[in-house]
């Protein structure tokens, strides 16, 4: 119940960090773009949903008492793209979760990245463009040094 | 006997087919623009562009990233200066003064972020992510956007828009130059634009939608008029890259805004 509660005040926020992806509104009325956090827990929920997917992690904070955190992450729309599904990250699961935290609530953040228990990463759709991009970049630069034929 | 049981025959096949129904209207041709498009190319400018953009902005971002001094830097700060500039140069001294007074609005204040409400036409225009163009019949276009599930009517008749208050999308009318689609849209209710200025229900848009010769991108070119709002003409533009895979998913879970701060600007 108590999870339920938690969930039902989530806020329907935009994922948003180095790049501009879009989403149906603006991302700094709840989250501080300039700051990360990182937490480490057990996901008791994913939901897979638009305009935002959801997650819910148990974590012990410093003495020992178990916290419900929220995770936002870009909506179903966008992560579709980027080839993630509504198993991609599984109840049970532990994970260490690095985002932006919310203004006005400590247990809150928008998704930055995600490590499991293996080692294994998990990164929004727009690490993959920015890589893309940073390649059209050296691509460009090489391009202007190369003497003129 | 035989000539006459031909020819009784042959006016009872003659009746029959006067009185068969008609075949089947032939089904419209499909346009070079139908089918699902999404999120642009993985480029610079295509994600510069990934809502919207002017050609100000680009010229701007492809004159910083061709200037060697700002190799090291990321390209977030350039696509971040690249809008600012775009911004300054382009939006702001197309703006009235009325508009200018409330401009920008503060992102808190959005009523797609406190009420879930869905965004009106200036902004859903430009929507990321999945766009599908289909052709529903001879004389409707229907265009379906995964934000907000939204689905827009183009009426390829002319007909006058309905009675009644403007509306959130607006009324359009569309025809085809060649394989380009001409959108054109009025009757539009107040809202916000795409670059978070107010406009009134004077607005009228004038869309151009263009597949690449490759087929692999379709191009919006918008043509935004707002005598409230605008001391000219704002022209944007938009990208979409060919995703017949994509699907457009529910749109339900969207929870209005409890807990957010006032004064705040995107990085």
Redesign the interface.
């Known amino acids: 119940m108590r999870l339920l509660r938690v969930f039902?005040?989530?806020?329907?926020l935009l994922v948003?960090?180095?790049?501009?992806?879009?989403?149906?509104?603006?991302?700094?009325?709840?989250y501080d773009?300039?700051r990360t956090i990182t937490v480490d827990g057990v996901v008791t929920q994913f939901?897979f949903?638009?305009?935002?997917a959801?997650m819910l992690m148990e974590v012990k904070n410093k003495a020992g008492k178990v916290e419900t955190w929220n995770v936002e992450f870009a909506?179903?729309?966008?992560l579709?793209?980027a080839g993630w599904n509504a198993q991609t990250i599984k109840p049970g699961e532990h994970v260490k979760v690095t985002g932006n935290p919310?203004?006005?609530?400590s247990q809150r953040m928008a998704f930055v990245k995600l490590v499991r228990a293996d080692g294994t990463e998990l990164e929004p759709g727009r690490a993959?463009?920015?890589s893309?991009?940073?390649e059209?970049?050296r691509q460009?630069?090489q391009q202007?040094t190369q003497p003129a034929k | 006997m035989s000539i006459r049981l031909g020819t009784v025959l042959l006016v009872l096949s003659a009746v029959a087919c006067s009185q068969a129904p008609p075949p089947p209207p032939e089904p419209p041709a499909p346009s070079k623009l139908e089918g699902m498009w999404s999120d642009p190319p993985p480029t610079a400018v295509g994600t510069f562009c990934f809502f919207s953009c002017t050609d100000a902005g680009i010229d701007r971002l492809n004159a910083l990233l061709d200037d060697p001094a700002n190799d090291k830097r990321p390209f977030p700060q350039l696509q971040a200066e690249a809008a600012k500039y775009q911004t300054d140069n382009y939006l702001r001294p197309r703006m009235t003064e009325a508009a200018l007074k409330t401009y920008p609005l503060d992102p808190a204040d959005d009523p797609g972020f406190l009420r879930c409400e869905p965004w009106g036409l200036s902004k859903q225009m430009f929507a990321p992510h999945q766009l599908e163009i289909r052709r529903v019949s001879d004389d409707q276009i229907d265009l379906r956007y995964g934000e907000w599930e939204a689905v827009r009517t183009v009426y390829l008749d002319g007909r006058a828009a309905p009675a009644g208050p403007p509306s959130r999308l607006g009324h359009s009318v569309g025809r085809f130059e060649g394989d380009t689609l001409v959108v054109e849209t009025s009757r539009v209710a107040a809202g916000i634009t795409w670059w978070d200025a107010q406009h009134s229900d004077q607005l009228r848009v004038v869309e151009r939608f263009t597949r690449s010769d490759d087929g692999d991108t379709l191009m919006l070119t918008a043509t935004i008029e707002d005598p409230w709002g605008l001391r000219e003409p704002v022209v944007a533009k938009k990208i979409w890259r060919w995703a017949p895979d994509q699907k457009i998913t529910p749109y339900d879970a969207c929870e209005p805004a409890t807990e957010f701060k006032k004064g705040t600007s995107e990085p």
């Open positions: 039902l005040l989530v806020l329907p948003l960090t180095a790049v501009k992806t879009g989403a149906h509104h603006a991302f700094s009325p709840v773009a300039k939901r949903v638009n305009p935002h959801m909506g179903r729309l966008n579709e793209e919310a203004w006005q609530s993959q463009r920015l893309a991009i940073e059209e970049r460009r630069a202007r």
